[in-house]
Nanobody, 120 residues
Framework: VQLVESGGGSVQAGGSLRVSCALSGVTTSGYCMGWFRQAPGKEREGIASISKDDVPTYATSVQGRFRISKDTAKNTLDLQMDSLTPDDTAMYYC????????????????WGQGTQVTVS
């Protein structure tokens, strides 16, 4: 099983970024998927999840600005991030869960290595 994030980078406040997660060994159709982030000195937090039947859920901090989606044909998971602020600066991780979609890291069995997003 391998999850590989890409698409991070640096952007000015108010800008947009799209991060992606390529999956192998697991399928987006068979797992609940989530995006987490961790800023320096802070705990990892769940910000977006999507169930096996494509129901998204968002943390209050990103509601209305971020959108999670999956492409079952490409077996990828994406996170579109708009109206970014410096508070969004963090390492972003994708994760896969056999259980329910949630914001609890303990739910997720598989993790990517992360991609850095910096907003200035």
């Amino acid at each position: 099983v391998q999850l590989v994030e890409s698409g991070g980078g640096s952007v000015q406040a108010g800008g947009s970024l799209r991060v992606s997660c390529a999956l192998s060994g697991v399928t987006t159709s068979g797992y609940c998927m989530g995006w987490f982030r961790q800023a320096p000195g802070k705990e990892r937090e769940g910000i977006a999840s999507i169930s096996k039947d494509d129901v998204p859920t968002y943390a209050t901090s990103v509601q209305g600005r971020f959108r999670i989606s999956k492409d079952t044909a490409k077996n990828t998971l994406d996170l579109q991030m708009d109206s970014l602020t410096p508070d969004d600066t963090a390492m972003y991780y994708c994760a896969a869960s056999r259980g329910v979609a949630s914001f609890s890291a303990m739910t997720y069995a598989y993790w990517g290595q992360g991609t850095q997003v910096t907003v200035s």
